[in-house]
């Protein structure tokens, strides 16, 4: 028998040793049994699991920290579930502490800015599922640039996980203007319909000829419903990063597939070319049966220049707007935070008001 002991600093020490015993040990490890105090974490633990969760380390990357720090995992003293209930906890606590200095925020803008509209869709808890808000420099800069429209929901903390959105658009200068900024809790296309819906009712029911976005499935048929005058199509920013993401076996410098993707989507005008390009082009890199491409090619009209004539995109196609948008959003946002509602608010007014 063995009877361990904690000390006042959380150490343990023995207080009791028998080495007669009434049974054999067990040699497996299927019979471990999980003790009250497996669920403690002492206080220096407890500040420094805090820390990392608010510099959005992962939980996985806390625990193997924590794992490094004893040497081993058998030598942490609590159980992982624990440590994600914990995390989970402190996700809770920051995203209410975040949307009360958010609101706070939106309340001082407002006595600065009489014309901010700020509107808020809640679930049937009272939790904010939807947040919209446009400055009087938004709405200004929307009745002038607002025929064509980008919108982006990339920005996104790791913290707990929420959509950061981005209607942006391009002035005469073909400079990026911001028209407004939201936060989403669920991505569904009830949250995408609210939202187009209550951000043109605040720019005074003036809809969009051209709307351009990332292939999230659930803006297509919000986008029908709330927007039926408006063009939808993708950004080439966004088709451009997918097609890297899912066949970056191919998608390389080496092989040239990159090259002469980018000249097919760039360059090539007409349906008849573009075509016969695609098609030589994918048998030539033996991609013509991968799942992503098949689909990619089935949705071509949404993407592809030869099927944009007639539609107004105010040079947005290029994907130079949208790269300065993020560039723009991540220099001010990330510089040593972690991504919370309340800085991508204040940033967003910020860029707004250039």
Avoid at 176 to 192: D, K
Wanted: proline share 2%; charged share 25%.
């Amino acid at each position: 028998m063995v009877r361990l002991l904690r000390t006042k600093d959380h150490g343990w020490y023995v207080s009791m040793f028998v080495k007669e015993h009434n049974h054999r040990l067990s040699v497996g490890y299927d019979a471990k049994l999980q003790w009250n105090s497996h669920d403690f974490i002492d206080p220096v633990s407890f500040d420094f699991i805090k820390n990392l969760r608010s510099n959005n380390v992962s939980v996985g990357k806390v625990y193997n920290i924590l794992c490094g720090a004893e040497w081993n995992s058998q030598a942490v003293p609590y159980r992982k579930q624990v440590l994600r209930t914990l995390c989970a906890k402190f996700s809770q606590d920051t995203i209410k502490d975040d949307l009360k200095k958010t609101m706070k925020l939106l309340q001082d803008m407002k006595m600065e800015d009489m014309n901010l509209k700020v509107e808020i869709d809640v679930d049937g808890d009272g939790r904010v599922r939807t947040m919209l808000w446009v400055t009087g420099k938004n709405r200004q800069d929307y009745f002038h640039f607002g025929d064509v429209i980008t919108f982006d929901t990339t920005y996104k903390t790791n913290l707990y996980n929420m959509p950061f959105a981005l209607f942006v658009g391009v002035n005469n200068h073909f400079q990026s203007v911001i028209f407004g900024g939201a936060l989403m809790r669920e991505e569904t296309e009830a949250a995408f319909n609210w939202l187009f819906k209550t951000f043109v009712a605040l720019m005074n029911d003036k809809h969009p000829v051209t709307i351009l976005t990332d292939q999230a499935l659930a803006m297509k048929g919000a986008i029908e419903s709330a927007l039926p005058n408006t063009k939808h199509r993708w950004c080439k920013w966004h088709v451009l990063r997918d097609v890297k993401g899912n066949i970056g076996h191919v998608y390389n410098k080496s092989s040239g597939f990159k090259k002469e993707f980018n000249k097919l989507v760039n360059d090539v005008m007409c349906v008849d070319e573009f075509e016969s390009k695609w098609l030589s082009l994918v048998n030539r890199f033996n991609v013509s049966d991968n799942e992503y491409i098949v689909r990619l090619y089935d949705k071509r009209v949404m993407w592809a220049k030869p099927y944009f004539k007639g539609i107004f995109c105010a040079g947005m196609t290029s994907t130079q707007h949208s790269e300065s948008a993020n560039h723009m959003l991540k220099q001010y946002t990330y510089r040593g935070h972690p991504p919370c509602t309340c800085l991508f608010a204040n940033t967003t007014n910020s860029l707004g008001q250039g």
